[in-house]
């Protein structure tokens, strides 16, 4: 029995380490080449890969770890499919001590930006208060009332954001809605801070119009992940903006299982935007091995990476950025940032 399930484990990491790793980086991510991306400055630093460093890039004048450290340890939310208890564990293990802690790890190791929602500026705070150096990339929420958007934007600079990009889901709704003009007036009072403004998204409709009607974003932060793993919803079945209907009572439906429709898609168009791309959901929230999904991310063209972890996945995680960065250097997308 011990053979057997030695023999198991033994073909398992086999599959992970080769078939898996060639298939992600085979037909699964084309990487078409546009003129506009191809005349776009390259960045230096994802060159620079033989060191220990955990390379840098640019967005306006913020300068900033290729590797940025997800919010949700902070926040306490996880995607979780229908296991009912992980979002609770998360709250019970990153208490506020294990944050500080997981947050000294990361910048010892490199990683110097932390992704927040600004209901968590009041834990970082404390935490740069003890000394941390942190920098801060926030989503605000985009927002009609245009004094209201102000407002809640000048609060954020006044608390000490680095770089501030519109929520995910909201500016998704806006483009929904046709209301684009909204996602365009919240770039234009961000910039007006001094601070690189950003648009994020889970679909990817969102950047398109953004793109095709001169929204100004100066980055994107998008939703980015292959799809080999068993929870994700078959490829005949997925709709664009299911994460904004609810549950599907149907197997085939979405079930809080994934965050990016067509990664292919996602590629092709982020080839031709000379813009930097701040990739997050790399790991399929957590479906899909590290090594697999950060080197896919990184070769799909991303300048930036946004991965959610535990402590004792810092030291790992940073060493596969590194590496992955390295591999990627010649990449069809020349690095924007």
């Not at 234009?188 to 990817?204: F, R």
Request: hydrophobic fraction near 40%; glycine fraction near 8%; charge should be negative.
């Amino acid at each position: 029995m011990a053979e057997k399930t030695d023999r198991r484990s033994f073909l398992n990491q086999a599959w992970l380490g080769a078939a898996g790793i060639g298939a992600a980086y085979g037909a699964g991510v084309r990487q078409p080449q546009t003129a506009q991306a191809a005349n776009a400055e390259p960045a230096s630093a994802a060159d620079d890969s033989a060191d220990q460093n955990l390379p840098t890039g640019k967005i306006g004048s913020v300068t900033m770890s290729r590797m940025l450290i997800g919010g949700n340890l902070i926040g306490g939310w996880a995607h979780s499919r229908d296991l009912i208890y992980v979002s609770r564990l998360f709250r019970e293990y990153n208490t506020e001590t294990k944050v500080f802690e997981t947050l000294e790890l990361a910048e010892s190791s490199g990683i110097d930006t932390i992704q927040i929602d600004p209901a968590c500026c009041d834990v970082v705070e404390k935490y740069q208060k003890r000394g941390g150096k942190i920098q801060t990339m926030i989503c605000m929420t985009p927002d009609p009332n245009e004094d209201a958007m102000r407002e809640q934007i000048q609060r954020l600079i006044d608390w000490g954001a680095t770089l501030l990009y519109t929520h995910g889901g909201v500016a998704d709704r806006m483009t929904m809605t046709n209301r684009v003009d909204v996602l365009a007036r919240a770039v234009e009072l961000i910039k007006e801070q001094g601070v690189p403004a950003g648009i994020g998204s889970h679909s990817l409709e969102t950047p398109i119009a953004c793109e095709k009607q001169g929204v100004g974003a100066e980055y994107y932060v998008k939703t980015f992940h292959l799809d080999r793993y068993w929870s994700a919803t078959p490829k005949e079945y997925r709709e664009e903006w299911c994460w904004y209907r609810g549950m599907s009572a149907e197997r085939t439906g979405y079930h809080d299982n994934i965050w990016d429709l067509d990664s292919d898609r996602t590629t092709e168009f982020f080839a031709s935007v000379a813009k930097p791309w701040v990739a997050f959901k790399v790991l399929a929230a957590g479906a899909l091995p590290p090594h697999v999904g950060i080197l896919s991310a990184y070769r799909a063209g991303a300048d930036f990476t946004i991965v959610g972890m535990f402590d004792f996945q810092v030291a790992q995680n940073v060493g596969l950025a590194r590496d992955a960065i390295h591999r990627s250097r010649n990449r069809s997308r020349p690095w924007c940032a």
